[in-house]
């Protein structure tokens, strides 16, 4: 014969090796599947919330920038009228330690290079 057995009168033709797949309970699966379905749920969830945080602190750094912007903005402004801004005086002085020390340092070191660039520029020039 082929590749077909006898067993018990029947005939039984060769199939899937392996296990054999058990009678799972209906009621089972569906609530494995709603459960998994939670899960999904609230992983998107939490992917979404930390999205939404993620904009509002960029949003929030971008409005910091544009307020810093604007403030160097004035202070050219006032440099071009011939004045110069108590607080370019302040970082010249040394006295930003006594103004504020978060990041005091940044714009002191932005400030005097824009004003040593603009000095050395205005003497050539």
Do not use: F
């Not at 509002?56 to 903005?73: N, V």
């Amino acid at each position: 014969m082929d590749d077909n057995k006898i067993v018990a009168g029947k005939v039984k033709k060769p199939g899937k090796r392996g296990r054999k797949p058990a009678k799972i309970d209906l009621k089972a699966k569906l609530e494995r599947s709603r459960q998994s379905a939670r899960e999904c749920r609230a992983r998107k969830k939490l992917r979404y919330q930390y999205l939404e945080e993620l904009v509002s602190s960029k949003e929030r750094a971008i409005c910091a920038l544009r307020e810093e912007l604007e403030m160097y903005k004035q202070w050219c402004s006032a440099m071009d009228q011939g004045k110069i801004p108590s607080e370019i005086k302040a970082l010249l002085t040394g006295d930003d330690q006594k103004t504020s020390h978060d990041g005091s340092t940044k714009m002191s070191k932005n400030s005097k290079n824009s004003k040593n660039s603009t000095a050395s520029s205005n003497s050539q020039g």
